[in-house]
């Protein structure tokens, strides 16, 4: 296959043999994600019973993926960009696949504070090199669809995948669910191997030696370009309070609802479907509203969402406000992730996506400890109102920001 038709095969991303074969890996990977995402909090709750340990690995976890952040572009601009991806999920699986075989003997939460950053740190490098896989795939202005596409594959696996780990973990046990995660990153790594990219310009020994200004080049970037550098510095602000968010829920549902395993998993799958629902939906907002009123109107509508878990004590509210949390982070982190990649140029792409994650992820473990340790002394629901408020605030603090404009100047890439 020539590169042109790798790039171009026809006008939807779907006519693309590559890009579907990318997408069905990454809806495997996620369905293990999606394992993952439901058994750690209740590997941790079963385990220790607090709250504060959760907001503890989350935090960990978080740290990891801010230090692993900050050499995963540079990584991704300087080395084989499939190999990466299969170093990555093999990692996972091995990670992951040891808490499981461990669980079964004795549990130590130890190993968790241990493997689940490490799992975390890979998770970063990988999410950094699959961001850059899509423009080598699929041409540019296909690149909103194209992410809307891997969202929704993310949510079909995430629907079926809450609801499995949570009855798999109340049958056996969420070490049983982590092993199936396990699973799915092996069979991740194998399909890897078939997927075809046009290859990147070899950078001379020259540029490869500056690994000081390599690993500031993003930063440099985000921060001359108006819009990127204001998204950067509001989504530090809403990560600090959504960080947690998971946490938060699965432990009100189990904590002081005293639901069942399963519940959380319905729960977490009910919100999984308002990412579905996002990404199939984020292209046609995105191009009717523009970048700036999608952004802004999906953090605020967000805020609202979480007010709402925050009042609710009925199952079928939590679980719609927990839909409706995720499907407005799942509008701005789409319309986000599109943006920079159109104005980014591909041999910066890496460095400006970690740089971006890694900056704007900066306060998220802080704001994981802090929600937690506020939960555990004051109760969930003081603490999700305080946030919902807190986070519509922010959002819409950035109609005072370049964001607000929408239309052919959210491209110009005009620096300030």
């Known amino acids: 296959?020539?590169?042109?038709?790798?790039?171009?095969?026809?006008?939807?991303?779907?006519?693309?043999?590559?890009f579907r074969l990318f997408l069905s890996i990454q809806a495997l990977s996620a369905l293990g994600d999606s394992f993952s995402y439901v058994a750690i909090p209740l590997l941790v709750l079963r385990s220790t019973g607090s709250v504060v340990q959760m907001g503890?690995?989350?935090?960990?976890?978080?740290?990891a993926s801010i230090v692993a952040g900050v050499f995963a572009g540079y990584i991704t601009d300087r080395v084989n960009r499939r190999a990466l991806?299969?170093?990555?999920?093999?990692?996972?699986?091995?990670?992951?696949?040891?808490?499981?075989i461990v669980w079964v003997f004795s549990p130590q939460v130890w190993l968790l504070y241990l493997a689940v950053p490490l799992a975390g740190a890979f998770a970063m490098q990988f999410q950094v090199t699959h961001v850059t896989m899509v423009p080598s795939l699929v041409e540019q202005g296909q690149i909103t669809r194209a992410n809307g596409h891997l969202y929704a594959s993310y949510a079909v696996a995430g629907v079926a995948g809450p609801m499995l780990a949570g009855l798999l973990s109340g049958a056996f046990g969420p070490s049983?669910?982590?092993?199936?995660?396990?699973?799915?990153?092996a069979v991740s790594a194998a399909g890897v191997l078939l997927i075809r990219t046009r290859p990147l310009p070899a950078q001379p020994a020259a540029a490869r030696a500056r690994l000081g200004r390599d690993l500031l080049a993003g930063v440099?970037?985000?921060?001359?370009?108006?819009?990127?550098?204001?998204?950067?510095v509001l989504l530090a602000l809403l990560t600090f309070i959504t960080y947690g968010m998971t946490d938060l829920i699965v432990y009100y549902l189990k904590h002081d609802l005293g639901r069942p395993d399963g519940t959380v998993g319905y729960v977490l799958a009910a919100g999984t479907?308002?990412?579905?629902?996002?990404?199939?939906t984020v292209d046609r907002t995105r191009g009717r509203l523009g970048f700036g009123v999608s952004w802004i109107g999906a953090w605020a509508l967000c805020g609202v969402a979480i007010a709402g878990l925050g009042m609710s004590t009925a199952v079928p509210l939590i679980a719609a406000f927990t839909f409706g949390q995720l499907l407005c982070t799942g509008v701005a982190g789409i319309c986000s992730m599109?943006?920079?990649?159109?104005?980014?140029?591909?041999?910066?792409?890496?460095?400006?996506?970690?740089?971006f994650w890694t900056l704007h992820s900066a306060l998220g473990p802080l704001g994981a400890a802090v929600l937690a340790g506020a939960a555990?002394?004051?109760?969930?629901t003081p603490v999700l109102l305080v946030a919902g408020a807190a986070c519509a605030v922010i959002a819409l603090s950035a109609t005072l920001t370049p964001i607000r404009p929408a239309g052919a100047a959210e491209l110009a890439g005009e620096s300030a």
């Open 85 to 100: 991806l299969i170093a990555c999920d093999a990692a996972r699986c091995l990670l992951y696949g040891l808490i499981a």
């Open 1 to 18: 296959m020539s590169d042109a038709q790798v790039a171009d095969e026809g006008t939807s991303p779907w006519r693309n043999r590559n």
């Open 220 to 232: 440099g970037f985000l921060w001359r370009h108006r819009m990127l550098r204001s998204l950067t």
């Open 273 to 280: 479907v308002g990412t579905l629902v996002a990404s199939v």
């Open 56 to 63: 503890l690995i989350t935090g960990s976890v978080g740290v």
């Open 376 to 380: 555990a002394g004051h109760g969930v």
């Open 338 to 355: 599109s943006f920079r990649q159109e104005v980014t140029p591909s041999h910066l792409l890496g460095r400006v996506t970690s740089a």
């Open 176 to 185: 049983a669910a982590l092993a199936v995660d396990a699973g799915t990153f």
